[in-house]
């Protein structure tokens, strides 16, 4: 199934015309994607789990590309990443879910493509057989919690002092959930 993923494309069109090209990342994006993440600002740097300011880590990734592990889907314009959005497998008795992350270019934000993202993603996920998706989003990240919502996530809890910043502040961390199969309710 992971053979056919590679071959996945969808192009959409976004609601002010601009069309964007969904596919995996392939090993020729290296510098593609330092370009997404360089011109991070330090408020979404500081709530990134890796320093991807720095290019070294971003090549790390592409380096490393392996869908069995990770699988990325990048959103490109005009051969430009602006999106990257991630499926993280988990092994043994987690090996029914993945672990969901996203991050899209300043510009980009705002104009339905997360959610068009998060739905490719969805999407492939179900292909693969996967029961749940799993999203850990800052709290205070109220918009961003919204828009997982409204794709079906269910808010399932809020761990305190889950997160530290560079500056040692912590903060709480939302889990979100979307169950990709419904158990049979028992009598
Ligand atoms: C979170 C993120 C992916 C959202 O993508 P996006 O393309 O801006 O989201 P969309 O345009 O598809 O909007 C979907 C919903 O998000 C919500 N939303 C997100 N950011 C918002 C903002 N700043 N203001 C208002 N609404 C916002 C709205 O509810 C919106 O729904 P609506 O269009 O029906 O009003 C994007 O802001 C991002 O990359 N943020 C930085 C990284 C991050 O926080 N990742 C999430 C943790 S894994």
């Known amino acids: 199934m ?17 069309r964007v090209l969904l596919r995996p990342l392939a090993s020729d994006d290296k510098n593609a994607l330092v370009a997404l993440f360089t011109p991070i600002s330090p408020t979404d740097l500081a709530l ?66 997360g959610s068009a993202m998060l739905r490719a993603l969805i999407d492939v996920a179900r292909k693969l057989g996967l029961q749940q998706l799993v999203a850990e ?10 828009a997982f919502q409204q794709l079906g996530f269910e808010l399932r809890t809020t761990f305190p002092d889950y997160f530290i910043m560079p500056d040692g502040e912590t903060h709480a961390v939302a889990v979100l959930i979307l169950p990709l199969v419904r158990k049979r309710e028992e009598f």
């Open 48 to 113: 990134m789990r890796n320093d991807v300011s720095s290019p070294q880590v971003v090549m790390g990734w592409v380096d490393a590309l392996d869908y069995k592990k990770v699988l990325p889907l990048v959103a490109v314009v005009n051969d430009r990443i602006v999106g990257d959005a991630t499926l993280h497998f988990h092994t043994g008795p987690g090996r029914h879910l993945a672990d969901v992350r996203i991050f899209l270019s300043k510009e980009f934000r705002q104009r339905g493509l």
């Open 2 to 18: 992971l053979d056919q993923i590679a071959k996945y494309r969808q192009l959409i069109t976004l609601a002010d015309g601009t």
């Open 137 to 146: 989003v800052v709290a205070s990240q109220d918009k961003t919690i919204t």
